[in-house]
């Protein structure tokens, strides 16, 4: 790949944002979009992203890293129109901010692991809200769930409460799963539940997944892209069955479980 000059860079930066500003301009769509009307498609060019980065794909890496480039364009353009900030006083107080957070680089803090980092960059942050927050406060509401309570439980630990010797995490996991247990004890999958017996078995299993990402976060392993993985692995080996079962001309509901587990284990050792 052409390695490129600090110039050359903002040059091309300087291309999209005159592309931006014709377009805000002439083009009737763009021309009326909002902060509102973008936010959605922003969400979806952030997954579309994230889908690109687990799967290791640098095309289209690079292109969802467009899409999300041109939001982040966007919205410093609408802003700039409501007379409220532009570009620069992002760049700005996004430069002020990383100067300010890695006082191991620019001042004279000590910090020789990431996880010092970690902490001092969220000791830093209360501070910039002059201790008026809680630690988890910062925490947006609107993540989802799993990486919500990745995102908790760094915040706690980070903070000092956390598991002293790494057994310690397996002991909670173990005792979620049998409370869990125990709530589930005589379900067999057919019984109906009342609205309490269903609210104290999602209560439960909330502890389990909850216990079982702290376990994942000791183990500086995000719970999320492990999951991604296995999800997609699933899919693979379950689209394998599908594609045997149109081999051997059935519908997949008229395989046998016996021949789905046989179809199951040669995707297990042929797909990757």
């Not at 579309?48 to 969802?64: G, H, M, P, R, T």
């Not at 000791?123 to 008026?132: F, I």
């Not at 589930?184 to 309490?196: C, I, Q, V």
């Not at 999320?224 to 394998?240: G, P, Q, S, V, Y």
Request: net charge negative; proline share 2%; charged share 30%.
């Amino acid at each position: 790949m052409q390695q490129h000059t600090r110039a050359e860079k903002i040059e091309a930066l300087g291309r999209v944002i005159d592309v931006l500003d014709t377009l805000r301009v002439k083009c009737p769509w763009d021309a009326k979009q909002t902060n509102e009307s973008l936010r959605a498609n922003t969400v979806e060019e952030v997954f579309e992203l994230c889908d690109a980065l687990i799967k290791e794909d640098n095309n289209e890496i690079k292109k969802e890293l467009g899409d999300v480039l041109l939001h982040i364009l966007f919205y410093a353009k609408i802003g700039e129109e409501k007379e409220a900030f532009d570009i620069v006083g992002v760049a700005d107080a996004l430069t002020q901010k990383l100067i300010y957070r890695h006082p191991h680089v620019y001042g004279h803090v000590e910090a020789d692991t990431s996880h010092q980092v970690e902490e001092n960059w969220e000791q830093l942050k209360l501070k910039e809200k002059d201790g008026n927050r809680s630690i988890l406060a910062g925490v947006p509401s609107a993540l989802p769930s799993l990486i919500k309570a990745y995102r908790i439980q760094q915040k706690a630990a980070n903070a000092g409460f956390d598991w002293e010797q790494p057994q310690q995490v397996w002991d909670k996991v173990k005792e979620e799963i049998g409370e869990f247990s125990a709530e589930a004890a005589n379900f067999n999958g057919k019984d109906e539940l009342t609205n309490e017996q269903k609210l104290r078995m999602e209560e439960e299993m909330g502890d389990v997944l909850f216990s079982l990402v702290n376990a994942a976060r000791l183990y500086d392993i995000h719970p999320d892209n492990a999951l991604e993985r296995t999800n997609k692995k699933f899919i693979a080996r379950f689209n394998h069955i599908e594609a045997k079962a149109k081999e051997a001309g059935k519908n997949l509901k008229d395989m046998t479980l016996a021949e789905m587990e046989a179809a199951w284990n040669e995707a297990k050792t042929t797909l990757s």
